[in-house]
């Protein structure tokens, strides 16, 4: 019977996946507004990059190097991907919120993997 801890971190991987797919299926069906603030969008990739960074140098006490580095480039795509929104044209917001959740569904499927293949 698996642990506690490990039921959760195969939840956290799902939640993520379907994060991901809720991004994709947002930019196919609704045109996206760029917020009257987009120095927010900006604040929040930079944040999801000091994240990435700070996963990459601090890897969680039970996860492999691959984890880690997984996690890590996820995050830190979607954060470059956040702040290239306000940046470009309105046009491409669509397209890179797209990229943005399957870059997350790959890492949710991507980290489940690699979970269940360490148990």
């Known amino acids: 019977m698996p642990s506690t801890e490990k039921l959760f971190g195969l ?11 809720l991004l994709i299926l947002i930019a196919l069906t609704r045109t996206i507004v760029v917020p009257s603030r987009p120095v927010v969008l900006i604040l929040l990739g930079v944040a999801f990059i000091f994240w990435a960074a700070r ?7 039970n996860t492999g190097q691959l984890e880690a580095g997984v996690r890590a480039a996820s995050m830190g795509i979607v954060g470059v991907l956040l702040i290239a929104i306000p940046l470009l ?8 919120l797209g990229i943005a959740g399957g870059v997350l569904a790959v890492r949710g499927i991507a980290g489940a993997a690699l979970f269940l293949r360490a148990t």
Do not use: D, K, M
């Open 55 to 61: 996963a990459w140098l601090r890897p969680a006490p």
């Open 11 to 21: 939840l956290s991987e799902f939640i993520i996946l379907l994060l991901g797919a």
């Open 89 to 96: 044209s309105l046009g491409h917001a669509n397209v890179l």
